[in-house]
């Protein structure tokens, strides 16, 4: 399942090159409007989808949850896949719920909370990123990357160097939090690509290596 990127942003019908790809792999694809999306109010939006993660994240989760009750899903060949707000959603499940999901793919994801508040910081817009993230608690709890040793699915990262919404030191050091923690992620460094990894040659090698993963990860 993939979770979208925002998190102010929403899934809506239409073609989606990414869920395509999965689909047509023959993988069931499900794509979460958790709460902290946008276009569905005030009340669905919340906090946002970073100070009310543990919302937003629960959403996310229970839609892997729902995929298994309803016999769509096999309990040991669930994963996610996520992008930017989707893998950050896609790593901090695996945080709160890691026997869920037996494997994790997250592109340009965000990894730490205080990291991506700071690295805010470098544009104009800082002071807005700063209110959007918050302060508190949260901020640690709610950071895959203060929380590697709670993940049990294996994992991939993918991640261009020229991100500029999502540095790749996010990606590097959620890499080297799990090494710590004496897990062995996978991690593709894309050099010159920006955020949307927008070069048919990475994209299709991004594709074809998460497959791969994936199915090395369910023993296929």
Known sequence: MPPHGGPGSRDE???????????????????????????????????????????????VSDGGRWLMS????????????????????????????????????????????????????????????????????????????????AIKAPVMLFHGTLDSNVDVAQSKLMNDRLRDAGKRPQMVIYPGLTHNLADLTARADMLRKSDQFLRASFGK
Not at 135 to 145: D, K, L, N, W
């Open 13 to 59: 019908w239409g073609f989606d090159w990414l869920a395509q790809f999965y689909a047509h792999q023959g993988y069931a694809v499900l794509q979460p409007n958790f709460r902290g999306s946008a276009g569905y109010g005030d009340a669905w939006f919340q906090k946002n989808g970073f100070q009310s993660w543990r919302t937003a994240i629960g959403d």
């Open 70 to 149: 309803e016999g769509i899903a096999d309990p040991g060949k669930l994963a996610i896949v996520g992008w930017s707000y989707g893998g950050y959603a896609a790593l901090q499940s695996a945080v709160t719920s890691p026997d869920l999901f037996k494997a994790v793919v997250a592109i340009a994801p965000v990894a730490d909370l205080a990291q991506l508040r700071t690295e805010g910081m470098r544009y104009v817009s800082g002071a807005v990123t700063r209110d959007f993230i918050g302060s508190g608690p949260h901020i640690r709890e709610g950071s895959p990357a203060q929380n590697a040793a």
